[in-house]
């Protein structure tokens, strides 16, 4: 077995794999799908910190990605703070947001606090929609699509994908290295059994409020990339509780409590939804999410440690012959 | 003798029930203390009232000389306190190996080091062969010896035992007795709750008897054996120390 935290084959293929299709001239279309599907990965690379590894369930970490938006976009917008400030500006805001819910939450376990999240995000989102003087309410905030590398406004999206693509691949070292490090062992072990944790001087509080720092503040930097490429932003699009789903979704497809398993999640769904909402979605309204569905359901049944579990018992299949 | 330990009238009650009900006793350093009584005598309560891990009603627990009444399980493992849980309590998407570094991680500083350690206390406690295995294809013995495992791992001055020679055969129970007798002379003071009388009356130099949350009896075992009180509680008419 690989020690946990080491890099496989596996990754380092997939990493040359993104950076030849960023290189490489690809349709506009298939870039704006490749600039989602970074982003999501990131997200939900950021949330399974939380949720995988400590095992805080969050339906509200759209609360984080919307502040780490809001954040830069009103910096920049208003009163010309360059995105590149402003991005750790949000971070810093939605990882205080983090750390408060975590106390706040501190004897909450389960469905309890992932209702607690879930109400959370409502208030970021209400308040988006309602402080209309400082967030533009409903009507949004347009960033104006002048480039300026400054304003980290790109002419060419493939600047955009190659940003994006560092993000991901920031968030995703981050996460590996936390998995071999004695903060993620100690993660692992409030997540299975917080009171043996507890018994070996862990304290579990600390660890939670630590886990949920960070995926807050590796959200945010998302929020923020997102909001710098689509140059518009209003709650619906940053801040609903679809986007808080959806950033659960993918790790829990994908596998929880490791980083490859929301990266898979994330590069298999994210395109297959593009593509599929972009071709039947003209043909037949809504039969794109029905598909989707389905296929949710699927894996859900028959591959309940994810998409990277099942791929790992293939591999293992292979290799080892019988037990 | 200084005493390690020192309880002095600690009461413990859930609702109307008295769990722990006025109990003192004190652990010597470098002692060995077998505890034992019949189920809901209020033993794992005790336990947890030292581990921290409840809040005693009313009463003292003294440790080093420091008052520690009511402190957390996270502040008694860092002050030396170990302890097993009688119900193993597994990281159980860990393995057995990572199971127990955790707890070296209490003195070690790095992964590497701290799952040094960890062989070397996973060897002692027989579970080298499933050193790399994950904790879910343990049996109900080996989960008891990971208990030890870990809590031998937090490299601890006192270290409190619940319950670990259940689901074990016979000479495992003779190999795990002999590695609890030889740990005072590892510089730790035992205390240890078992319902397996054979291994723990002939390791243990002390008894003492907890019975309805109370002291019933503190001794050495031959004497608590013929206790009256004591066999009219727990041990039975016809028990012997063969």
């Known amino acids: ?323 | 003798m200084t005493a390690l330990l020192e309880v002095s009238n600690l009461s413990c009650a859930f609702g109307a029930l008295k769990a722990v009900d006025e109990v003192s006793f004190s652990v010597r350093e470098g002692e060995l203390l077998g505890l034992i009584g019949p189920n809901g005598a209020g033993k794992s309560t005790v336990y947890n009232l030292i581990a921290g891990a409840i809040k005693p009603t009313s009463g003292r627990i003294v440790y080093k000389g420091r008052v520690i009444t009511g402190w957390k399980p996270f502040e008694a493992a860092r002050s030396g306190v170990a302890r097993t849980f009688q119900i193993p309590k597994p990281y159980g998407l860990l393995s057995v190996i990572d199971n127990v570094a955790l707890s070296a991680l209490l003195h070690d500083v790095t992964v590497a080091a701290a799952r040094e350690t960890a062989e070397a206390v996973i060897t002692d406690v027989g579970l080298a062969d499933v050193m790399e295995a994950p904790v879910s294809i343990l049996t109900v013995g080996q989960l008891k010896r990971l208990e030890v495992a870990r809590a031998l791992a937090l490299r601890p001055n006192l270290i409190l035992f619940d319950e670990i020679m259940a689901g074990l055969t016979r000479p495992e129970v003779m190999s795990m007795t002999e590695l609890v007798a030889s740990l005072p002379s590892r510089g730790m003071t035992v205390v240890w709750v078992e319902h397996v009388l054979y291994a723990i009356m002939q390791a243990a130099p002390r008894i003492m008897v907890l019975d309805r949350g109370r002291v019933l009896a503190d001794g050495i075992p031959e004497e608590v054996a013929r206790d009256p009180a004591v066999i009219k509680a727990y041990l039975g008419e016809e028990m012997s120390l063969a």
Request: proline share 5%; hydrophobic share 55%; net charge neutral.
């Open chain 1, 1 to 323: 077995m690989p020690e946990r935290g080491s890099i496989s084959l596996f990754e380092v293929v997939l990493f040359g794999v993104c950076l030849t299709l960023v290189a490489v001239p690809v349709p506009h279309f298939y870039q704006d799908v490749m600039i989602v599907t970074f982003i999501w990965a990131g997200v939900a690379l950021a949330w399974n910190i939380a949720g995988g590894y400590v095992g805080l369930i969050s339906f509200g970490h759209a609360a984080f990605f919307a502040i780490g938006a809001y954040t830069s976009t009103i910096l920049g917008v208003r009163y010309g703070v360059t995105p590149w400030i402003g991005i750790w500006i949000g971070a810093l805001l939605a990882a205080a947001l983090g750390t408060t819910l975590a106390l706040i939450g501190a004897r909450l376990r389960g469905p309890f606090f992932i209702l607690s999240t879930l109400a959370a995000a409502e208030v970021v989102r209400i308040a988006a929609l309602n402080w209309t003087s400082l967030t533009g309410g409903a009507e949004g905030i347009w960033i104006a699509p002048v480039p300026n590398a400054v304003n980290m406004v790109f002419a060419s999206r493939t600047t955009y994908v190659a940003v994006m693509l560092g993000y991901v691949a920031a968030v995703y070292a981050i996460a590996k290295t936390l998995e071999g490090s004695r903060y993620g062992l100690r993660m692992f072990a409030v997540r299975d059994d917080e009171d043996a944790a507890s018994a070996a001087g862990v304290n579990p509080l600390l660890v939670r409020a630590g886990a949920m720092t960070i995926s807050a503040f590796l959200t945010a930097i998302g929020g923020s990339l997102f909001a710098q490429y689509f140059q518009y932003l209003d709650p619906t699009h940053v801040a609903s509780p679809e986007l808080s789903f959806q950033f659960a979704l993918l790790p829990a497809l994908g596998g929880l409590g490791t980083a490859i398993g929301p990266l898979l999640g994330s590069f298999i769904i994210m395109p297959v939804s593009e593509l599929l909402r972009s071709y039947l979605g003209a043909v037949f309204q809504g039969l794109h999410l029905a598909i989707f569905g389905g296929f949710l359901i699927v894996v859900m049944l028959y591959f309940p440690d994810g998409l990277a579990g099942a791929l790992k018992r293939l591999g293992l299949g292979r290799s080892k012959g019988p037990p």
